[in-house]
């Protein structure tokens, strides 16, 4: 009787009738959709850089199948590391957002500070759509290192899997996207499931996800206790923190922004003789877990158009649309304050995209960060702004408790919890911040700038201390190694 096929033995990347195929989908996509809508062609061009670049790395490997040796060096397969071990990173590479930096900074992390590797590296762009914007805002080294990458060849029954997404995202998906691993997790050697969450919890069926898993990286110690509170398998946590690129965010390599000519004046009368004056500066995305409500209750009671300050808010659209102008507005309005007599604070919102290479410019703009958080799963604008010397206002729960502290900035406190009223995680719990802390807080800082200027320096040694890509590089090969170890000795 005929033997069934090895399954760990099969390829998982494309057959060369699928390279063909989608090579020939793509080319008819381009150039049909180039006549109707312009967004979808870039979006199109972009998938087929990296279908091109996989199509060729085939191609290469057909070549050395049939003993035909390439004309260069240059025209080899990536040559990270001699070694058969081989790591899948599956994260929305493409596309901006945090589980997107949070790839990026452990790809480079290793890619840069990791010696002798004994695994190569090659990478899937999942999780979430792509974006153009968000690819052209990467780095030339950065994209050249994400093509190359992308054409490593792989054995599965060699390689190990990371599926850094939420678990919605992992096999089999429960939304359009490419699964995690890509065909189930019997054919590959391990399987790491990277991911966070904002509340007290985990959902159930992000439970029974999490658990199909070998292991799961979160980041902070919050997590690890939430997430085995919720169900999952204390044996399959692990603790892994995140890197901040402390050499690129980097106050002294960088003159600031020009924030009048990216930002667009809501409240206030707008700059002064004296210029913008104090400046404070918050980053996220327009949900409500953000708290922006909380900044701007904060924000307006507590200042007015006769303090030298002004307020930036860098934000995009999440399930919403971009007329933040207007929102705000109307916010004032339900707030029903009394206006005061010199006038609103000035507000500036920048809903324009902010390429990531310009992000330490941004940054260095600042006078000091602020963001009054419901609950994050790391708070990258957060490490962002540490490792830029700002002096850091956020909430004291789930992720900043991790890396910030009253030695290196301002842990805002938490007044109480409050029930997530809507979307996925309804029914859970988050903080509310203090908005009479908070205005408590942004006096001060402005108010005292030695002091914010001493913590702000204390929080970038910190970030360089404990959270540089070296430092995590090291924490992140040890654990890939120990488990390709554990696999080899059964």
Same mark, same amino acid.
């Given at each position: 009787?005929?033997?069934?096929?090895?399954?760990?033995?099969?390829?998982?990347?494309?057959?060369?009738?699928?390279?063909?195929? /989608?090579?020939? !989908?793509?080319?008819?996509?381009?150039?049909?959709?180039?006549?109707?809508?312009?967004?979808? @062609? =870039? +979006? $199109?061009?972009?998938?087929?850089?990296?279908?091109?670049?996989?199509?060729?790395?085939?191609?290469?490997?057909?070549?050395?199948?049939?003993?035909?040796?390439?004309?260069?060096?240059?025209?080899?397969?990536?040559?990270?590391?001699?070694?058969?071990?081989?790591?899948?990173?599956?994260?929305?590479?493409?596309?901006?957002?945090?589980?997107?930096?949070?790839?990026?900074?452990?790809?480079?992390?290793?890619?840069?500070?990791?010696?002798?590797?004994?695994?190569?590296?090659?990478?899937?762009?999942?999780?979430?759509?792509? /974006?153009?914007? !968000?690819?052209?805002?990467?780095?030339?080294?950065?994209?050249?290192?994400?093509?190359?990458? @992308? =054409? +490593? $060849?792989?054995?599965?029954?060699?390689?190990?899997?990371?599926?850094?997404?939420?678990?919605?995202?992992?096999?089999?998906?429960?939304?359009?996207?490419?699964?995690?691993?890509?065909?189930?997790?019997?054919?590959?050697?391990?399987?790491?499931?990277?991911?966070?969450?904002?509340?007290?919890?985990?959902?159930?069926?992000?439970?029974?996800?999490?658990?199909?898993?070998?292991?799961?990286?979160?980041?902070?110690?919050?997590?690890?206790?939430?997430?085995?509170?919720?169900?999952?398998?204390?044996?399959?946590?692990?603790?892994?923190?995140?890197?901040?690129?402390?050499?690129?965010?980097?106050?002294?390599?960088?003159?600031?922004?020009?924030?009048?000519?990216?930002?667009?004046?809501?409240?206030?009368?707008?700059?002064?003789?004296?210029?913008?004056?104090?400046?404070?500066?918050?980053?996220?995305?327009?949900?409500?877990?953000?708290?922006?409500?909380?900044?701007?209750?904060?924000?307006?009671?507590?200042f007015s158009g006769k303090d030298n300050v002004a307020l930036f808010l860098l934000t995009n659209a999440?399930?919403?649309?971009?007329?933040?102008?207007?929102?705000?507005?109307?916010?004032?309005?339900?707030?029903?304050?009394?206006?005061?007599?010199?006038?609103?604070?000035?507000?500036?919102?920048?809903?324009?995209?902010?390429?990531?290479?310009?992000?330490?410019?941004?940054?260095?703009?600042?006078?000091?960060?602020?963001?009054?958080?419901?609950?994050?799963?790391?708070?990258?604008?957060?490490?962002?702004?540490?490792?830029?010397?700002?002096?850091?206002?956020?909430?004291?729960?789930?992720?900043?408790?991790?890396?910030?502290?009253?030695?290196?900035?301002?842990?805002?406190?938490?007044?109480?919890?409050?029930?997530?009223?809507?979307?996925?995680?309804?029914?859970?719990?988050?903080?509310?911040?203090?908005?009479?802390?908070?205005?408590?807080?942004?006096?001060?800082?402005?108010?005292?700038?030695?002091?914010?200027?001493?913590?702000?320096?204390?929080?970038?040694?910190?970030?360089?201390?404990?959270?540089?890509?070296?430092?995590?590089?090291?924490?992140?090969?040890?654990?890939?190694?120990?488990?390709?170890?554990?696999?080899?000795?059964?």
């Amino acid at each position: 009787m005929d033997q069934p096929p090895d399954r760990s033995k099969r390829p998982w990347r494309f057959s060369s009738f699928v390279y063909f195929s /989608s090579i020939v !989908f793509l080319l008819l996509a381009i150039f049909t959709l180039s006549f109707t809508t312009a967004g979808l @062609y =870039k +979006t $199109q061009s972009l998938r087929f850089t990296f279908t091109a670049s996989r199509f060729y790395s085939y191609l290469q490997s057909r070549l050395k199948f049939y003993n035909v040796t390439p004309k260069s060096k240059s025209e080899t397969l990536n040559p990270a590391s001699s070694s058969s071990h081989c790591v899948l990173w599956m994260a929305p590479f493409l596309s901006s957002g945090g589980y997107s930096s949070e790839a990026w900074s452990y790809i480079l992390s290793l890619h840069h500070h990791l010696k002798n590797p004994r695994f190569r590296i090659t990478i899937e762009h999942h999780g979430d759509l792509e /974006s153009v914007e !968000f690819w052209n805002g990467l780095a030339k080294e950065t994209k050249e290192l994400a093509i190359e990458m @992308y =054409k +490593t $060849q792989c054995s599965p029954n060699e390689t190990i899997v990371v599926c850094h997404s939420e678990p919605g995202a992992w096999y089999p998906p429960l939304f359009e996207t490419l699964p995690c691993p890509p065909t189930g997790y019997e054919d590959f050697l391990s399987v790491i499931g990277r991911t966070m969450f904002e509340t007290d919890r985990v959902n159930p069926e992000h439970v029974e996800r999490c658990n199909q898993m070998d292991h799961v990286w979160v980041p902070t110690e919050f997590h690890v206790s939430t997430f085995v509170q919720s169900g999952v398998d204390s044996s399959k946590v692990v603790k892994i923190v995140q890197p901040v690129d402390v050499a690129f965010f980097d106050p002294s390599k960088y003159e600031p922004l020009d924030l009048m000519n990216i930002g667009d004046l809501v409240l206030g009368s707008g700059t002064k003789k004296s210029g913008l004056g104090f400046v404070f500066l918050s980053v996220f995305k327009w949900e409500q877990r953000k708290g922006w409500d909380v900044l701007l209750k904060a924000y307006l009671r507590e200042f007015s158009g006769k303090d030298n300050v002004a307020l930036f808010l860098l934000t995009n659209a999440y399930h919403s649309d971009s007329d933040f102008g207007n929102k705000i507005l109307d916010f004032v309005e339900e707030l029903n304050l009394e206006k005061p007599q010199d006038g609103y604070p000035s507000a500036y919102v920048i809903d324009k995209h902010i390429a990531q290479v310009d992000l330490p410019r941004l940054y260095k703009a600042a006078d000091a960060f602020v963001l009054p958080t419901r609950g994050e799963g790391w708070g990258r604008p957060i490490v962002e702004a540490m490792a830029m010397s700002l002096p850091v206002i956020a909430t004291n729960w789930s992720g900043p408790t991790e890396y910030l502290t009253e030695q290196n900035g301002y842990p805002l406190v938490v007044e109480e919890m409050s029930e997530v009223k809507e979307g996925p995680f309804e029914g859970h719990q988050w903080a509310e911040p203090s908005v009479d802390k908070l205005r408590v807080l942004m006096r001060h800082v402005m108010s005292k700038p030695d002091e914010a200027k001493v913590k702000g320096n204390r929080g970038r040694d910190d970030m360089v201390k404990n959270f540089a890509p070296e430092v995590v590089a090291k924490v992140v090969a040890d654990q890939i190694d120990r488990i390709f170890d554990e696999k080899i000795r059964r």
